[in-house]
């Protein structure tokens, strides 16, 4: 059963084993995406980049290679980091754990819920939305480590860890 908590649905319990896995998915799904967006950018940038013949303005030319250049190396770096959430995914666990928060929890809080993996963003599971957020991101700092009935406060809000799948 959903129940509003003043911005999204909430989970009232957990079913982990195909929540965690609908999650999972969806997290890899993202990673691929991205990976492929930027590949097909790349792609499209190096074949602009080798079929670009040289024009009578000589410096115009030169400029416009070398803009192209650097765009070339910033889609490389975002590519770089697209393909090591893709690798990170590896990492994650999604059979029911025993213990505190960790890679692969979904957790359960009186504010969201989340699921610690890479950052994906929202996903509408079913029975609710939760958060798709890596260990790094700050929320995911103050999750780790966590157990059912700590508390912690984040950004003024007293968050309470309700259930740890």
Do not use: W
Not at 44 to 52: A, G, I, P, V, W
């Amino acid at each position: 059963m959903k129940k509003a908590i003043g911005y999204r649905h909430q989970y009232t319990s957990m079913d982990t084993n195909p929540i965690k896995q609908q999650l999972y998915d969806f997290c890899q799904t993202y990673a691929k995406d991205r990976v492929t967006r930027l590949q097909t950018q790349m792609a499209t940038l190096q074949e602009s980049l080798f079929s670009e013949t040289k024009s009578s303005a000589g410096d115009k030319h030169e400029t416009g290679r070398a803009i192209m250049q650097l765009e070339r190396e910033r889609l490389g770096q975002q590519l770089a980091v697209a393909e090591a959430l893709t690798q990170a995914l590896t990492k994650v666990n999604i059979n029911p754990l025993k213990g505190p928060i960790g890679l692969g929890s979904l957790v359960r809080t009186n504010k969201a819920n989340y699921f610690l993996a890479i950052s994906a963003g929202e996903c509408h599971a079913e029975g609710g939305l939760v958060y798709c957020i890596s260990p790094n991101t700050p929320i995911g700092g103050f999750l780790l480590g966590k157990s059912v009935g700590d508390v912690f406060v984040f950004n003024d809000k007293e968050i309470t860890v309700l259930e740890v799948r």
